[in-house]
């Protein structure tokens, strides 16, 4: 049973997609990103004169940090999907080779049957040899 369950998970799952390649960038973007708090006055190399001299977006600091913690835990989570997988596939492999292992028949002499005949032979001939020295010990007392 577990071996079917092993299969079908292994069936529906394939390596992770890969992580979204960086943006190109854009023309006329910002060349690094600057970091400034209310009230302060906007970072010189913005400046051309009174205008503001390339493209950007401000974005809140905690969203910020909420995107940096979304990207932590998606790579995290990449990694132990990679990391599932490989070990899943590890595990069928194993499962695959033990379960053809235990699909070859036996040797005849090995199979239950064959031992019950190796058995009745066993005791037949036992049997035999015994009665035979019964019969020569008989008749050398005589």
Not at 64 to 76: C, E, N, P, T
Request: proline share 8%; charged share 25%.
């Amino acid at each position: 049973m577990k071996f079917i369950l092993l299969l079908s998970a292994i069936s529906t799952a394939a390596e992770p997609p890969p992580l979204p390649e960086p943006s190109s960038p854009v023309l006329g973007q910002c060349s690094k990103s600057y970091a400034f708090e209310e009230g302060d006055e906007v970072p010189a190399p913005l400046l051309d004169g009174r205008v503001i001299s390339c493209s950007g977006v401000v974005i809140p600091t905690s969203k910020v940090a909420d995107l940096l913690k979304q990207s932590a835990y998606a790579k995290d989570l990449h990694e132990r999907y990679k990391l599932d997988t490989s070990d899943l596939e590890s595990r069928v492999t194993l499962l695959e080779a033990e379960n053809e292992r235990l699909r070859q028949k036996p040797v005849w002499v090995k199979s239950p049957s064959g031992q019950r005949w190796i058995g009745r032979v066993e005791v037949a001939l036992l049997a035999s040899v015994t009665a035979t020295t019964a019969i020569y010990i008989s008749k050398s007392v005589e």
